[in-house]
């Protein structure tokens, strides 16, 4: 089964370059080892800021943009990893490896499968 797993984290926190370095070798090292075991594919990314972000609407045939994320909160979405686990506690297991859940938090989600045409 497929889970995707969102990483929110306080986009506000500064890091030093060391500590930049240990969460950048934590999350290869978590790449790696998922791969390895079959959990991860390529399906992994890191957003840009929310500052970057534009928030699309359609209305009433018109498109309606707008900077910024949709919504205000402490943490922001910072990225996500497509994991293929067994089941929603192997999911979580994997989850809790991801470096962002010591200092941020990783919502686990069931992708939705569609039979196919």
Excluded at 29 to 48: N, P
Excluded at 80 to 103: F, G, V
Aim: net charge negative.
């Amino acid at each position: 089964m497929r889970y995707l797993a969102l990483i929110y984290t306080d986009e506000t926190v500064v890091w030093s370059e060391e500590e930049q370095q240990e969460v950048m070798a934590a999350y290869y090292a978590f790449g790696e080892e998922g791969g390895k075991a079959g959990v991860l594919g390529d399906e992994g990314v890191a957003l840009q800021p929310t500052s970057t972000a534009t928030t699309v609407r359609a209305r009433d045939g018109e498109t309606l943009t707008t900077d910024g994320p949709f919504a205000e909160s402490k943490e922001q979405l910072g990225g996500y990893y497509l994991l293929t686990c067994d089941n929603l506690d192997q999911a979580i297991e994997w989850a809790a490896k991801i470096p962002a859940a010591k200092h941020g938090s990783i919502e686990v989600r069931p992708i939705m499968e569609f039979p196919e045409q």
